[in-house]
């Protein structure tokens, strides 16, 4: 695995560079191998990052990419906590995106189990996988809680232990309710996991998470280690003070 800390200065330039890659990424995929998936993340970092994707424009080559999501609320599409939603906002609704490339979870079904299942088969049928097999995602977009965990995978939860599954309907204590989340496995198989990490209320988790020997259990991002692919942490100074620029992380 490769990893790196790509220091920014700020949210704004957090955006910018974090775009940059995805449409140098994406542009890569299309050449090499015809299209490009990506997995979004949801919460709010990311908008500012999708904003300015979707004024790629003809920069990219939107009937070859195609969009999933790492984790979703409990929540109907048009719900305000839905990551859907903010990404719909933020980048679907602005760029010629062919709406059959857009891969939602369908989290307003009451059963969380099952809409889990269903985008489990969604990953299966797109990726042509065999029971056992892992969907390889182009790019992997990941924010970090204050408490360290990432996508929906949040400390202590029952989702950190499953290696089978692709993704699971995940009981959160601390909500008293469902996240539908990628586990672990998944995410771990992309060509390239980014994550996206802003604000001082961040520092704490990010410090954890990058150079404390805690155990995942406590902080879930630390679980994110791609076996065969590029580890990115785009972070601006506020989520990593006193760190010198464009340094790499310890193994
Ligand atoms: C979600 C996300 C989650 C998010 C972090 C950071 O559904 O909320 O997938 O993992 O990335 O909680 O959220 P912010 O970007 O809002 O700080």
């Not at 609704?93 to 939602?104: E, K, L, N, Q």
């Not at 259990?217 to 972070?235: D, H, M, S, T, Y």
Request: hydrophobic content about 40%; cysteine-free.
């Amino acid at each position: 695995m490769q990893s790196e800390i790509k220091l920014v200065s700020d949210a704004d330039e957090l955006s910018r560079v974090g775009a940059a890659e995805f449409e140098h990424l994406a542009r890569n995929a299309v050449q090499a191998r015809g299209r490009f998936t990506v997995s979004l993340s949801g919460g709010s970092t990311p908008r500012g990052l999708y904003s300015r994707v979707a004024q790629a424009g003809q920069n990219l080559p939107w009937d070859k990419i195609y969009f999933f999501w790492g984790d979703e609320r409990h929540v109907p599409p048009d719900d305000k906590d839905s990551n859907y939603r903010m990404a719909r906002e933020s980048l679907l609704s602005h760029a010629p995106i062919p709406p059959d490339h857009v891969f939602r979870m369908h989290a307003e079904d009451k059963d969380a189990a099952r809409v889990a299942d269903q985008y489990e088969q969604t990953l299966m049928q797109f990726f042509g996988l065999k029971p056992g097999e892992l969907p390889r995602f182009d790019l992997v977009l990941l924010g970090l809680g204050p408490d360290g965990h990432t996508a929906s995978l949040f400390p202590g939860s029952a989702a950190l232990r499953e290696r089978s599954r692709l993704v699971v309907a995940n009981w959160v204590e601390k909500f008293g309710h469902y996240r539908l989340t990628f586990t672990a496995p998944v995410i771990n198989n992309a060509a390239e996991v980014m994550f996206l990490v802003s604000g001082e209320e961040k520092a704490p988790a990010l410090q954890s998470v990058l150079y404390s020997d805690a155990p995942p259990e406590q902080f879930p991002a630390k679980l994110i280690q791609p076996v065969n692919g590029r580890l990115i942490w785009l972070v601006d100074r506020a989520a990593l003070p006193g760190s010198s620029a464009l340094q790499s992380k310890p193994a």
